[in-house]
C-alpha cells in the first residue's frame, strides 16, 4: 500500500500555508474549477441539479446495499463476455494479482491510465521491483512520476506543478529544451509516450463506474490516454474499488452529467470509454486478455457501518476539495495518502489507520461547502463530527483525543451546568484578564491550546457585565411589569 | 431567546440590541436567567457525551416558551438540527427535542418570517458587507432573511462581498487547533471585505464576528464588525 504519513498533517500543512508559491496556485486553480463547475450546471437550474444529484445518490446507495449480489452478477457477466474477474482483499494481494498476470505473459512494460485505486495500491512500485517499467500515460500522472510524488488532487494531480517545474522534469528525464510553452510541453510529452503505447505489453486503467448488468467499465477520460491503454497492448488490466458498481447500463447516462461538471465544469469530457471483456474473434485488433480487479482495502469497514456506508458512494469527482476552504489553503499532500480534501478526511482514516489519522477530521470548520456541492450527497460534516465522537468516546484503537482536551471539556461542562457556577467563573477571569487586556482586547493569551490563536487575531476580554446580569438591571423589571 | 454564551459573556451589547429589534417588532421577550451554553463546542470536538448533558439542560430550561429565538446562526442549528442527531437513540429526549427544534428561530428568520417585520422601521447610515455564517447558510438555509432586513434599514447601503458564502476560517476548535490555517483563510475574507468598500461588516454569528474582528484589530484595519441586531436598534445609528 502507499505509504501513508497521515500523522504529519500538521506539520505539512503549516509548511503549505506558508509557501506563497503553492498559495498562489491553489487559488488560481481552485478558482478556475468552481467558475467552470458553477458555468456547467447553470443549464440544469438548482432544482434540476438537485434531482439528479438524489437521483444519483439513490443509484449509488441501492447498488451498496446490494453489493454482493452486483459484484456476483460482474463476475458472471465479465465471464460471459470473455473477461476475468479477481477479487483483492487488500492491496497486498492486488498487486500480486497483477504481477501474476504480468509474470505469466513476460510483460516489461506496463502502460497505465488514471487510477486512484492504483494508487492506494503503490502498483508503480510494486512493478518496479519486480523489474517492470510502469508508466503513467495521464499528463499530471506522467509529470508526478516523473517527480517521484503523489497525487495533489483527485482530477488534477500535477496542478501545483508550475510550467517550468514541468520543463525542468522533461530536461532531466527527456533530455528535452528547456521551453515554457504549455503546447510544446504537451508535444513532448506526446513524444515520449507514443513510443510507450505501442511497446507497452500490458495496459492498466482505473474504473470509474462498473456496470454490472452488462460487465461494463466505464472510463471517463479527456486525454485520449484512456482509449489507448485499453485498447493498444494485448492484455488490459482494469482494477476499481469495489464500490464503483452501477446496476444497469441507462444509470450511466446520469454520472456522465453529473460527474464532468461536478469536476472540470465540462458538460462532458472527451473520450468516455465502454471496455465490456476482450476483444472480439471477429475484430481485428483489441486486447485478448481483459481481468477487472476489485479491490476492498478497508471499503467493507465503510460498508458495514450505514453512516460510513455513505462515503463509498462518492465518484472521485474532486469538488468538495475545490470548494473546501480547508483543502484550498493546505493542498493534497498535506494530507498524507492518496485521498485528500473532505472526502479524504473521512475515507483516508477508515481505510488505513483511525489513530494515525486522527488530525484529519478535525481539520475543518464543518463550514458544510463539500455537502452542498457532492454530486451524490454525501454528507460530509456528518461523517467528520463521527470520526471525532469515535475519538473521543470509540474503542481502544479510536480513541486518540488527549486527557488535557478532556480535562478541558470537563471542566467546560461542570462550568456551563449551572449559572452560578459560569458566574464563578467568568467573574474570576474577569479579575484575571486585567493583566492581559488593554482597550477591551487580548493580544496574547498565554493559555495552553490557545496562544496560537492571539498570534495573529486579537481575543475579546468579557465584557464588564454580562448580558445576564444587563438583563437583570435593564429589562427584567419592565418584564415582570 | 437563548442568547448564546458568547454574547452572554463577550458581546452582552449584541444581546440588548437583539432584545429591543424583537421589542420593536411587537414580540414580547423573556430571559430564561438559567441558561449557559447549548453544548456546541463539546458537540463539535465529539464530546457527545458532555454535548448530550447540557442539551438536556438547555431543553429543560426552553421548552416552555413559545418560541427559542437565538442571534447565531450556529448555536440555532445546534439546538434546531443537531440536537436531533444527538439524541436520535433516545425517544423520549428525540421528541422534546423534535418540538423544541420546530419553536427555535434564528433572529433574522424569525423577525422576517415569524413576526412579519421585513419593513423595519430602523435608519442606519453606512455601507455595509454582509457575511453568510456557515451553519446560518447551510445548515438552516438562511440567506434571504438578512438581506430583506439590511435593505428596509434606512440609509443603509448595502455592499455585496465577493465569495460572501465563503467560511471565515473559525469553526470553533478548528481556529484553536490549527490557528495557522484558520488565519490563512481568514485573510481571504479581509481581503473581500476590504474591496468591497464598506464601512462595517455585518454577520448573524459572534463565533465568525469575533474571529473576524479580532484580524480587524490586529492589523489597524479601519472597518467595523457588527451583529445584524445592532443595526436594527431604534437607538442604533450614531451618525
Redesign the interface.
Known amino acids: 500500500m502507499a505509504e501513508v504519513k497521515t500523522a504529519k498533517f500538521?506539520k505539512a500543512?503549516?509548511q503549505a500555508?506558508?509557501d506563497p508559491k503553492l498559495?498562489n496556485t491553489l487559488e488560481h486553480v481552485m478558482g478556475h474549477f468552481i467558475e467552470a463547475r458553477a458555468g456547467a450546471i447553470e443549464e440544469f437550474g438548482d432544482e434540476s441539479w438537485d434531482q439528479m444529484r438524489e437521483r444519483a445518490s439513490s443509484i449509488k446507495k441501492h447498488a451498496l446495499e446490494n453489493l454482493d449480489y452486483y459484484l456476483d452478477l460482474i463476475d458472471r457477466t465479465i465471464q460471459k463476455n470473455g473477461g476475468h474477474v479477481h477479487f483483492a482483499k487488500d492491496t497486498q494481494e492486488a498487486n500480486r494479482i497483477v504481477l501474476d498476470i504480468a509474470k505469466k505473459a513476460e510483460a516489461k512494460r506496463v502502460i497505465k491510465s488514471k487510477s486512484m485505486v492504483s494508487e492506494e495500491m503503490g502498483l508503480n512500485k510494486a512493478l518496479e521491483k519486480a523489474g517492470i517499467e510502469p508508466v503513467e500515460t495521464d499528463l499530471g500522472e506522467y509529470i508526478i512520476q516523473l517527480a517521484d510524488e503523489p497525487p495533489f488532487h483527485i482530477i488534477a494531480p500535477a496542478m501545483h506543478k508550475t510550467k517550468q517545474e514541468v520543463s525542468e522534469l522533461f530536461q532531466d528525464w527527456l533530455r528535452t529544451a528547456p521551453t515554457q510553452d504549455i503546447k510544446q510541453l504537451c508535444i513532448i510529452a506526446r513524444d515520449a509516450l507514443r513510443e510507450k503505447f505501442s511497446t507497452a505489453d500490458i495496459g492498466v486503467s482505473g474504473a470509474n463506474f462498473v456496470v454490472a448488468e452488462t460487465g461494463t467499465v466505464v472510463l471517463v477520460t479527456n486525454e485520449g490516454n484512456g482509449r489507448m491503454t485499453t485498447s493498444t497492448p494485448k492484455i488490459h488490466i482494469a482494477v476499481s474499488g469495489i464500490e464503483k458498481v452501477l446496476p444497469a447500463i441507462e444509470d450511466v447516462g446520469l454520472f456522465l452529467r453529473l460527474l464532468p461538471r461536478s469536476a472540470t465544469g465540462q458538460r462532458i469530457t472527451s473520450y468516455n470509454t465502454f471496455v465490456s471483456g476482450p476483444k472480439f474473434s471477429t475484430d481485428e485488433d483489441g486486447p485478448e486478455e481483459f481481468h477487472l480487479i476489485m479491490v476492498d482495502n478497508g471499503r467493507l469497514n465503510l460498508m458495514r457501518d450505514p453512516e460510513f456506508r455513505e462515503a463509498l458512494k462518492c465518484i472521485r469527482c474532486g469538488a468538495c476539495l475545490n470548494t473546501c476552504?480547508?483543502y484550498?489553503?493546505?493542498g493534497g499532500h498535506s494530507y498524507g495518502w492518496v485521498y485528500p480534501g473532505p472526502i479524504g478526511a473521512v475515507i483516508t482514516p477508515v481505510l488505513t489507520n483511525i489513530k494515525q489519522s486522527k488530525d484529519l477530521p478535525?481539520?475543518?470548520?464543518?463550514?458544510?461547502?463539500c455537502?452542498?456541492v457532492c454530486p451524490v450527497k454525501i454528507d460530509i460534516p456528518?461523517l467528520l463530527?463521527k470520526?471525532?465522537?469515535?475519538?473521543?468516546?470509540g474503542d481502544s484503537s479510536q480513541r486518540s483525543?488527549s486527557w488535557i482536551?478532556?480535562l478541558m471539556?470537563?471542566q467546560?461542562?461542570k462550568t456551563?451546568?449551572?449559572?452560578s457556577s459560569?458566574e464563578r467563573a467568568?467573574n474570576l477571569a474577569r479579575f484575571l484578564q486585567v493583566v492581559v487586556t488593554k482597550k477591551g482586547?487580548i493580544?496574547n493569551l498565554p493559555l495552553p491550546?490557545?496562544s496560537?490563536?492571539t498570534?495573529?487575531?486579537?481575543?475579546?476580554?468579557?465584557?464588564p457585565?454580562?448580558?445576564?446580569q444587563?438583563?437583570?438591571e435593564?429589562?427584567?423589571e419592565e418584564?415582570d411589569g | 431567546m437563548c442568547v448564546t454564551c458568547l454574547v452572554d459573556q463577550f458581546f452582552p451589547e449584541v444581546g440588548i440590541a437583539t432584545v429591543n429589534s424583537l421589542r420593536k417588532a411587537g414580540v414580547d421577550v423573556d430571559f430564561p436567567s438559567d441558561q449557559t451554553c447549548c453544548g456546541q463546542i463539546a458537540f463539535n470536538g465529539g464530546f457527545q457525551s458532555e454535548a448530550k448533558k447540557i442539551a438536556e439542560r438547555f431543553l429543560d430550561i426552553f421548552e416552555g416558551e413559545s418560541y427559542v429565538v437565538v442571534p447565531s446562526g450556529s448555536c440555532a442549528s445546534m439546538i434546531k438540527v443537531y440536537y436531533l442527531e444527538l439524541f436520535q437513540d433516545d425517544p423520549v429526549l428525540l421528541e422534546r427535542a423534535q418540538k423544541l427544534s420546530e419553536r427555535t428561530h434564528e433572529l433574522s428568520e424569525f423577525l422576517v418570517n415569524v413576526a412579519g417585520h421585513q419593513n423595519i422601521d430602523a435608519s442606519y447610515h453606512a455601507k455595509v458587507t454582509y457575511h453568510d455564517a456557515c451553519h446560518l447558510l447551510r445548515e438552516l438555509g438562511i440567506s434571504d432573511e438578512p438581506r430583506e432586513l439590511m435593505k428596509s434599514v434606512e440609509g443603509l447601503e448595502l455592499s455585496e462581498m465577493q465569495d460572501s458564502d465563503r467560511c471565515c476560517g473559525f469553526g470553533g476548535l478548528f481556529s484553536v487547533k490549527y490557528p495557522e490555517i484558520s488565519k490563512a483563510i481568514l485573510e481571504e475574507k479581509l481581503r473581500n471585505i476590504e474591496s468591497s468598500g464598506a464601512d462595517i461588516l455585518v454577520a448573524n454569528d459572534c463565533g465568525c464576528l469575533m474571529h473576524i474582528r479580532g484580524a480587524m484589530s490586529r492589523q489597524g484595519m479601519k472597518q467595523e464588525a457588527m451583529h445584524i441586531a445592532q443595526l436594527l436598534s431604534p437607538d442604533a445609528d450614531r451618525s
Request: with cysteine; charged share 25%; proline share 3%.
Open positions: 500538521k500543512s503549516s500555508v506558508s498559495q476552504p480547508i484550498r489553503k493546505v478535525y481539520a475543518s470548520t464543518l463550514c458544510g461547502a455537502r452542498d456528518k463530527l470520526l471525532r465522537h469515535m475519538a473521543v468516546e483525543v482536551e478532556r471539556i470537563g467546560w461542562r456551563v451546568s449551572t449559572r459560569i467568568t482586547i493580544r491550546l490557545i496560537g490563536w498570534k495573529s487575531r486579537d481575543f475579546p476580554a468579557l465584557a457585565k454580562s448580558f445576564a444587563l438583563w437583570q435593564k429589562f427584567s418584564t
